[in-house]
């Protein structure tokens, strides 16, 4: 597949940043600095336009909170401006050259995608490996702490075999860049940058293992198999392979029989929801922890959202 060029060029187009200002207002709870954003509206336009027309952006620092549901993660904010420019970097570069590389078993921050995608093709595979197989296995697989451990000199390596833009790769290099390691969790590059970094795992599984049914969402992933020993051997080759890639499988990587019960975003291999009564259990004790000033109001807020997406029914 080709490199992608003249991608630059698309970020200072005013009707692109005025989209990508529209977009940050609209998903920004924050309600004040969203009304004080709006009101200087043309003026952050103008400069942002100016900044990235002359080349000479600088990523500005990130404020950094901490989320503990569904586990412990480091979360960054940006402020509005970076905002805007993250989604601009992301929407006119990042996707038109890493989208197409994409396998669609990778469901993870794409339209059309995401969680309920997933799940639907999870409970698809074992509806066929069912009926195919009537004995089969899972290896379900956890990379540790992923997004932290994601190394910048390979990623680089990986965005430079997409694009030829030396001035887009400048831009996403100077935001990968502002954390020391990994990438971090929250900005609009990180999330597409994830999720390319194991396309080549994502090709090694299907191409090299012959895993016919395989699914990814972020760091989490799945392969079906009616053979018990053969998971075994990929298990193995893919320890190799995410070696090379500065990565390893966290302690929940495990086998699983078709009978057995796991959770993967948030279901069971029957289909069942996570147990209402242990959803409430939980905001129960998050709501003691923000009460006794263990955990930030924010905290509280992004714990009830996820709860709130696990209980939802399709």
């Not at 993250?86 to 590389?101: G, K, T």
């Not at 053969?230 to 990587?253: A, Q, S, V």
């Amino acid at each position: 597949m080709k490199r992608k060029g003249n991608l630059y060029q698309n970020l200072y187009k005013f009707e692109n940043i005025q989209s990508a200002f529209n977009e940050v207002c609209k998903n920004t709870k924050h309600k004040k600095k969203v009304a004080r954003f709006k009101e200087y509206k043309c003026i952050y336009i103008s400069r942002i336009y100016n900044i990235l027309q002359t080349k000479t952006y600088k990523p500005g620092s990130y404020n950094v909170f901490t989320i503990y549901e569904p586990k412990k993660r480091r979360i960054v904010s940006q402020n509005m401006q970076d905002k805007v420019i993250n989604h601009l970097v992301a929407r006119h570069i990042l996707y038109p050259a890493l989208l197409p590389c994409l396998l669609d078993v990778n469901v993870a921050s794409r339209k059309g995608l995401g969680t309920s995608e997933g799940i639907r093709l999870a409970m698809n595979f074992h509806k066929i490996c069912k009926v195919k197989y009537k004995t089969y296995y899972i290896l379900k697989c956890d990379i540790s702490k992923f997004f932290a451990s994601i190394n910048h000199d390979i990623l680089k390596e990986k965005l430079k075999r997409r694009i030829k833009d030396k001035d887009a790769l400048k831009i996403i290099f100077d935001i990968i860049d502002i954390e020391e390691n990994g990438l971090s969790i929250g900005a609009m590059t990180s999330q597409i940058l994830a999720i390319f970094y194991l396309n080549d795992m994502d090709h090694f599984i299907k191409e090299t293992l012959k895993i016919k049914y395989f699914l990814r969402y972020q760091d989490d992933f799945l392969l079906f198999h009616p053979s018990k020993q053969y998971l075994r051997y990929c298990l193995k080759e893919l320890e190799k392979f995410l070696k090379k890639e500065k990565l390893i499988l966290n302690k929940k990587t495990r086998i699983y029989k078709s009978t057995n019960n796991f959770i993967f975003l948030g279901r069971k291999p029957n289909g069942n929801y996570a147990k209402f009564r242990d959803v409430r259990r939980k905001i129960k004790k998050r709501v003691y922890l923000y009460k006794t000033g263990q955990i930030e109001l924010s905290s509280l807020i992004s714990s009830i959202i996820c709860y709130k997406h696990l209980c939802k029914k399709r």
